[in-house]
T-cell receptor, first 111, second 115 residues
Framework: KQEVTQIPAALSVPEGENLVLNCSFT??????LQWFRQDPGKGLTSLLL?????REQTSGRLNASLDKSSGRSTLYIAASQPGDSATYLCAPRDRDDKIIFGKGTRLHILP | EPEVTQTPSHQVTQMGQEVILRCVPISNHLYFYWYRQILGQKVEFLVSFYNNEISEKSEIFDDQFSVERPDGSNFTLKIRSTKLEDSAMYFC?????????????FGNGTRLTVT
């Protein structure tokens, strides 16, 4: 059964800093991994999708990496802004087509 | 940009009542999902649906739950006899024609409150 762990659980950093969010998963037999952000009381917004054959995926100031064999993914956010404040969720998609979520990292960017 | 829409945004019901949560997935998507998030907890998989049948379901998705695609656009989740512990945010999601290569798109959710 897939288990997803995200570290840290919460993070506060000053605006402008670069930061890394970590995700680990127990079952490496995945199709892909998706990163989402969730604002309080809202739905989930897809940020990046990395296929199992890929190592990295970039979108603007976001870069996600995947090391499938070791069950790890990182989300790198460059030049953080207050609007980046949200909860970030990592979600690998397993071979049963289920996407399993971690508890997320709650990010707060200080102006 | 196409989006998944869910109605209502908030539903209050009494314990024991039936509720139907509605979703309109993105129009050319073929794979549909329901997830739920109890307040303060993580997002949990309930069920996946493809080609008019359930493809996977979790332990949470017991006989009290059912899903249906009654026409070409709607996707519904029915809870037959609601319990207090069913109070949660319910998210509908859909993905494209090759599910395992396509990103999952979520709606904004329906907050279900059972009193």
């Amino acid at each position: 059964k897939q288990e997803v762990t995200q570290i840290p659980a919460a993070l506060s950093v000053p605006e402008g800093e670069n930061l890394v969010l970590n995700c680990s998963f127990t079952d490496s037999a995945i199709y892909n991994l998706q990163w989402f952000r969730q604002d309080p009381g809202k739905g989930l917004t897809s940020l990046l999708l990395i296929q199992s054959s890929q190592r990295e995926q970039t979108s603007g100031r976001l870069n996600a990496s995947l090391d499938k064999s070791s069950g790890r993914s990182t989300l790198y956010i460059a030049a953080s802004q207050p609007g980046d404040s949200a909860t970030y969720l990592c979600a690998p998609r397993d071979r049963d087509d289920k996407i399993i979520f971690g508890k997320g990292t709650r990010l707060h960017i200080l102006p | 940009e196409p989006e998944v829409t869910q109605t209502p945004s908030h539903q209050v019901t009494q314990m024991g009542q039936e509720v139907i949560l509605r979703c309109v997935p993105i129009s050319n998507h073929l794979y549909f999902y329901w997830y739920r998030q109890i307040l303060g907890q993580k997002v949990e998989f309930l069920v996946s649906f493809y080609n008019n049948e359930i493809s996977e379901k979790s332990e949470i998705f017991d006989d009290q739950f059912s899903v249906e695609r009654p026409d070409g656009s709607n996707f519904t989740l029915k809870i037959r006899s609601t319990k207090l512990e069913d109070s949660a945010m319910y998210f509908c999601a859909s993905s494209g024609w090759v599910s395992y290569n396509s990103p999952l798109h979520f709606g904004n959710g329906t907050r279900l409150t059972v009193t």
